[in-house]
């Protein structure tokens, strides 16, 4: 990478007047990676999208660690918080919140323990039955450490493993209604996943040239962000659609049936960088000559 956390070129300020967008999202499957920096630039290309906090988990195969704090990017992460993310899996988000205080327990990812191991996810979106589905797992017995709907997707997993992740994703977002982009992370595997709808928005690259000559498959809010680690746009995300990136590569799955096509506006004209190919065009499209 040409800059470090600590580049000039990436320091940035808070503005108390600016603008509170949505959350952003990133993720990366990568032998031979350092998956934690290309999250924290994946990161910093979608800080647009969401200022309040920034979060990455990162996993081994063994044991996922996190690390996340309330600010901006380059005040969350340093070169030494970077070093001590050690993986070849990972996730990372930047939180606007829609459902849930501004304060620290609501950062994420979140990461969760099931009887198969444990889970992180970061959520884009705003769920519309989170009440009813946290009482629900509350008669179960489960315990809820935030005031956000994203928990109670963390939650909706870490219940449905029990041994094979894509079923839990499946069944978990059988449950949720709302708009949702998901990064999901297992020990060993990446996930991302958008609702029946795709309300917002979701994308998958490629970036090659590994040290093991394989493949790295990055997930992204945005196309910007695919930009800044260098990867290549393969395309967006379906609505319903699951896409599953392990050692194997790359596998595509119906979550849940697709209904239709119904991108918020507001990503096009607002929530978005002008740069991002959101459905096929920019999200700020050239004005045409004419009277």
Sequence with gaps: MAFSPDSPILRASPLSESPKEECGIFGVFGRGEDVARLTY?????????????????????????????MGLVTQVFDEDSLRHLKGHVAIGHTRYSTTGSSVIRNAQPLCGTSVAGQV?????????????????????????????????????LS??????????????????????????MSRDKLIGVRDAYGVRPLCVGKLNGAS????????????????????????EVEPGEMIVIDDDGLHEYEAVPKVRNAMCLFEFIYFARPQPDIRQVSSRSEKTDGP
């Design 41 to 69: 630039f994946g990161l910093f290309a979608l800080q647009h999208r969401g200022q309040e906090s920034a979060g990455i988990a990162v996993s081994d195969g063994r044991h996922i660690d996190v690390h996340k704090d």
């Design 159 to 184: 219940h449905y493993f029990t041994s094979c992740i894509e079923e839990a994703v499946q069944r978990a977002i059988s449950d949720l209604k709302g708009a949702f982009s998901l990064a999901i």
């Design 212 to 235: 093991d000559g394989r493949a790295t498959y990055v997930l992204a809010s945005e196309t910007c962000a695919l930009n800044v680690v260098g990867a290549q746009l393969i395309r």
């Design 120 to 156: 992180a996810v970061a959520h884009n979106g705003n769920l519309v039955n989170t009440t009813e589905l946290r009482d629900k797992l509350q008669t179960l017995g489960l315990s809820f450490d935030t005031s956000n709907d994203s928990e109670v997707i963390s939650q909706l």
